[in-house]
Nanobody, 121 residues
Framework: QVQLVESGGGLVQAGGSLRLSCVVS????????MGWFRQAPGKEREFVSA????????YYAASVKGRFTISRDNAKNTVYLQMNSLKPEDTAVYYC??????????????WGQGTQVTVSS
């Protein structure tokens, strides 16, 4: 069973930064493409970013491109999401997911429990 555990969420003022981490329990983590999604209250879960298993190719939603950076450290079984220039509209529960780089949540096989990010204006 693959387990994903996110951390790093919190409350930050607009313009601030946070770095989310997602640790994967599976030793074959390095073979998994990974993604980040988010879900705001009353809204559907939406794609944020994804990264191939080598880390050589990354994908971003238009709303976060240029502000967020996804990366991974396969030696630590960890994927990161560096979030800069945060806006109130970035407020959501952020989830990491394993198994794809597609923008559709159903393409992913495993999910973390989520971490709350709140950006105050």
């Amino acid at each position: 069973q693959v387990q994903l555990v996110e951390s790093g969420g919190g409350l930050v003022q607009a313009g601030g930064s946070l770095r989310l981490s997602c640790v994967v329990s599976q030793r074959t983590f390095s073979s998994y493409p990974m993604g980040w999604f988010r879900q705001a209250p009353g809204k559907e879960r939406e794609f944020v970013s994804a990264i191939t298993w080598t880390g050589s190719i990354t994908y971003y939603a238009a709303s976060v491109k240029g502000r967020f950076t996804i990366s991974r450290d396969n030696a630590k079984n960890t994927v990161y999401l560096q979030m800069n220039s945060l806006k109130p509209e970035d407020t959501a529960v952020y989830y990491c997911a394993a198994g794809s780089v597609r923008r559709t949540s159903s393409e992913y096989d495993y999910w973390g429990q989520g971490t709350q990010v709140t950006v105050s204006s």
